[in-house]
């Protein structure tokens, strides 16, 4: 059985990765349904990051950048509660505050040390550190819900079908 710490950032890695194909497909592609709401235009300035890198290449980019923050994440947590994960709702609300804060300051970081130089038009137009922090809380919640589902999923299940029965 794999431990959940080690699930819990194989399951950040995987959203980190087909989240940043969907950005790519998203910045790279003409999608007309989609093309109307402004947002896409924000979305196109990451176009030039994706252009020179195949998918795969980009999307592993993005899973090693979340390994990293959410590692960071995991080990702050683990410094104040002796455990690499929340367990009650006020340490899962601790965790996605945390989360947002060291979030936010890896994409100042990114930004400040020109790690993806190629997104300097993304960052100029976007800004700084509050998208970053945005996508790493949503990997982290998803994960800690995946997670809970995962270690509960036999009481879940009996209640579910209670409901339905």
Do not use: C, H
């Not at 995987?14 to 947002?39: C, M, Q, R, V």
């Amino acid at each position: 059985m794999i431990p959940n710490e080690i699930l819990f950032l194989l399951l950040n890695a995987k959203i980190a990765f087909f989240s940043d194909i969907i950005l790519n497909i998203l910045a790279t592609k003409k999608i007309k349904f989609l093309e109307k709401y402004s947002i896409m235009d924000s979305l196109k300035t990451l176009k030039p990051y994706f252009e020179n890198k195949s998918m795969f290449k980009a999307a592993f980019y993005a899973l090693l950048t979340v390994i990293v923050i959410v590692g960071i994440i995991m080990k702050i947590f683990q410094i104040f509660y002796n455990k690499y994960l929340p367990e009650s709702s006020k340490e899962v609300f601790i965790y996605l505050v945390l989360s947002f804060i060291v979030g936010y300051v890896g994409d100042i970081l990114i930004y400040k040390l020109n790690i993806f130089p190629r997104l300097k038009t993304y960052y100029r137009v976007i800004g700084r550190g509050l998208w970053g922090a945005i996508a790493i809380v949503f990997s982290v919640l998803l994960s800690l819900i995946y997670l809970y589902i995962f270690n509960n999923y036999d009481k879940l299940y009996d209640k579910f079908t209670n409901i339905i029965y």
